[in-house]
Every structure is written in structure tokens, then in C-alpha cells.
Antibody, heavy 121, light 110 residues
Framework: QVQLVESGGGVVQPGRSLRLSCAAS????????MHWVRQAPGKGLEWVAT????????YYADSVKGRFTISRDNSRNTLYLQMNSLRVEDTAVYHC??????????????WGQGTMVTVSS | QSVLTQPPSASGTPGQRVTISCSGS????????VNWYQQIPGTAPKLLMY???QRPSGVPDRFSGSKSGTSASLAINELQSDDEADYYC???????????FGGGTKLTVL
């Protein structure tokens, strides 16, 4: 069925790195823009990063710019988020989400259940 | 501090009409369309409204959206107990070159 499944979360020390994956199935992954959105415990939604359908354009929130890298492998139907120099404030559930079409401006019409990232010493 | 401003809470009794506001600026709501998401705690967000007033398939017509200038609103008619959830507005921001969300509104059905 049409779904997104995230993986790669866990507990990591400040300053370390982690790579999240998002496996897509049930649709033609390579024709959709994709996004990462996070939600800190008890807080609201925060957009993190966006990548165009072909990977040629990438956009980042100021809070993660220079530390996080979004990428995709359309041959593997997988979206990635490489997170470096992690901070305590990066602790959150990270959701991947699909754009409604090949654009990058939203809306996000399909969401994964999320993977928890905890940054703690 | 979220770029889009929503009231933190709203409430109503079954059968009532409730509206949730979302205020932004010319760089986001003023020039781009608004989307709304519903999130039941512990679950993934769900797209509820897009392009200001378009309902995805499966969303009841009790839900409606509107936009005027740099503000938008979501209306829920005939409130039901399972409408109890967090609601978020969102839009693309041309100045930030990214998406922005409101802080969310927790809807309680009394």
C-alpha cells in the first residue's frame, strides 16, 4: 500500500551524527517532492528540510542549515536525512512526508509515523 | 515562536461550529496558499485542507477553509467528539525559502 516508513532514530550524544531513512512504497517515488518535519516532545510541528523530485533543489530550516543534509535515491525509493553536530534541541520525532505533487512548497499529503531521535549525554 | 500565529486552544460542544485562525505575513500567507493538518496525539499528522479551501478525498464537508490577505481560518461545523485533536496551519514562505507552520491549536470537544 501507499506508505512511508522511517528508520534510523535512536539515542546519540551531542556533537555526534545520525542518518535517518524513509522508505517509500506504493507510489512512483521519483515524481514527488519530499520533506522532513520534526516534532519535539510536547511541542508543535517544525519543518526541517525539503528536496525536489529529482534531488536538484534542497531547502533547509535555519535551525539545521549547515548541519543536516537531505538526499534521496530514487532507484531505492528512499529519502535520507544526514544529521551532523547534533544538539540537545534536535531531540524530536522526525517524520518524512510527501508533497502533493512534484513541487516543493507543499502541501504534505502523506506522512510516515516518524522515528524518535534523542540527543543526550 | 512560530512564523504563523494560531490560538493555543479552542473548544466547543458537540454540534457547534468552531473556527481556528492563522495569522501570517505577506511572505507566506499573503502570497501563498494555506494548508491545514489534523494531528491526534500519538499519531502522524493528516492533511485536512489544502490550497486554502480544498478538501482531500475522505475529509468530511463539515470542514472548510478560507483565506483573506495575510490570515486564514479553518471552520468545523457540527462538531463531533472525534474532532478533538491538534490543528496546524502551514504555508510556504518566500523570504525564508521554506515551509512554515503555526504553533498549533488544541481543540477540545466539551
Amino acid at each position: 500500500q501507499v506508505q512511508l516508513v522511517e528508520s534510523g532514530g535512536g539515542v546519540v550524544q551531542p556533537g555526534r551524527s545520525l542518518r535517518l531513512s524513509c522508505a517509500a512504497s506504493g507510489f512512483i517515488f521519483g515524481t514527488y517532492g519530499m520533506h522532513w518535519v520534526r516534532q519535539a516532545p510536547g511541542k508543535g510541528l517544525e519543518w526541517v528540510a525539503t528536496i525536489s523530485y529529482d534531488g536538484s533543489n534542497k531547502y533547509y530550516a535555519d535551525s539545521v542549515k549547515g548541519r543536516f543534509t537531505i538526499s534521496r535515491d530514487n532507484s531505492r525509493n528512499t529519502l535520507y536525512l544526514q544529521m551532523n553536530s547534533l544538539r540537545v534541541e534536535d531531540t524530536a520525532v522526525y517524520h518524512c512526508a510527501r508533497d502533493l505533487d512534484s513541487g516543493v512548497t507543499g502541501p504534505f499529503d502523506l506522512w510516515g509515523q516518524g522515528t524518535m531521535v534523542t540527543v543526550s549525554s | 515562536q512560530s512564523v504563523l500565529t494560531q490560538p493555543p486552544s479552542a473548544s466547543g460542544t458537540p454540534g457547534q461550529r468552531v473556527t481556528i485562525s492563522c495569522s501570517g505575513s505577506s511572505s507566506n500567507i499573503g502570497y501563498n496558499t494555506v494548508n491545514w493538518y489534523q494531528q491526534i496525539p500519538g499519531t502522524a499528522p493528516k492533511l485536512l485542507m489544502y490550497s486554502n479551501n480544498q478538501r482531500p478525498s475522505g475529509v468530511p464537508d463539515r470542514f472548510s477553509g478560507s483565506k483573506s490577505g495575510t490570515s486564514a481560518s479553518l471552520a468545523i461545523n457540527e462538531l463531533q467528539s472525534d474532532d478533538e485533536a491538534d490543528y496546524y496551519c502551514a504555508a510556504w514562505d518566500d523570504s525564508l525559502n521554506g515551509s512554515v507552520f503555526g504553533g498549533g491549536t488544541k481543540l477540545t470537544v466539551l
